[in-house]
């Protein structure tokens, strides 16, 4: 009965995980420019690291105006990442 339990909990524990990743994956893209925006106020950053941030912000805008949230969100999460986000 406890081994049944357990399978159950660890069944269901995989299945939030898969959800919450998934949806994570489809945030729509003007709100996570919104947080990348904010980040890049509230940062220090080189001259080089603006420019490398400015080139994403860019693309991803180009890939947002477009409807392509997957796309806009992975520019936007690499601009996060050269802001050590």
Do not use: H, Y
């Not at 996570?32 to 693309?59: G, P, Q």
Request: glycine letters at 4%; proline letters at 1%.
């Amino acid at each position: 009965m406890r081994r049944f339990a357990l399978a159950i909990a660890l069944g269901t524990l995989a299945v939030s995980s898969t959800v919450s990743s998934v949806l994570a994956a489809t945030a729509p893209c003007e709100d996570t420019l919104k947080t990348l925006r904010a980040a890049e106020a509230a940062a220090t950053l080189s001259a080089a690291d603006k420019a490398k941030i400015s080139e994403l912000e860019t693309k991803g805008i180009e890939r947002c105006n477009a409807d392509d949230d997957k796309r806009a969100d992975e520019f936007f999460a690499q601009a996060m990442k050269v802001m050590g986000k």
